[in-house]
């Protein structure tokens, strides 16, 4: 494909974005692809795109308007998985929990409750 050509992005391509696609991408991040958004005015070869940022098990953390070059991206054929834990044990293994009440909880007769102290959140 010649250099001068931009490279065609899809709609579902997997992108892993680094700062050669952008100096933005000091920390790099995965995309999936919505959309190119061909109707905005850019420099030659760069490009706005639509798109899902994936987190380590490869599900969408939030939506994202992003302006890349696209030929910096690396194109991936799926998202990349977490390191697995094998030290941690499994959820199958986990007793079950009970089941939730399905009434409120309310605190024997003759057993006052204690008030409740309202004042102002200190931040910082």
């Known amino acids: 494909m010649p250099t001068d050509q931009p490279v065609p992005v899809r709609s579902g391509d997997l992108l892993h974005l680094t700062r050669t696609a952008s100096p933005q991408f000091a920390r790099p991040i995965t995309v999936r692809v919505i959309r190119a958004l061909t109707d905005r005015h850019t420099y030659h070869g760069w490009l706005w795109i639509d798109a899902y940022q994936l987190g380590p098990k490869g599900d969408a953390i939030a939506r994202r308007e992003l302006y890349l070059m696209p030929?910096?991206?690396q194109w991936?054929?799926?998202p990349?998985?977490?390191p697995s834990r094998s030290a941690a044990p499994s959820r199958s293994a986990a007793p079950p929990?009970?089941?939730a009440p399905s009434q409120p909880v309310t605190p024997p007769q003759g057993v006052a409750r204690r008030p409740v102290r309202r004042s102002s959140a200190r931040v910082g």
């Open 76 to 78: 991936l054929a799926s």
């Open 80 to 82: 990349p998985t977490a």
């Open 97 to 99: 929990r009970p089941a």
């Open 71 to 73: 030929s910096g991206a």
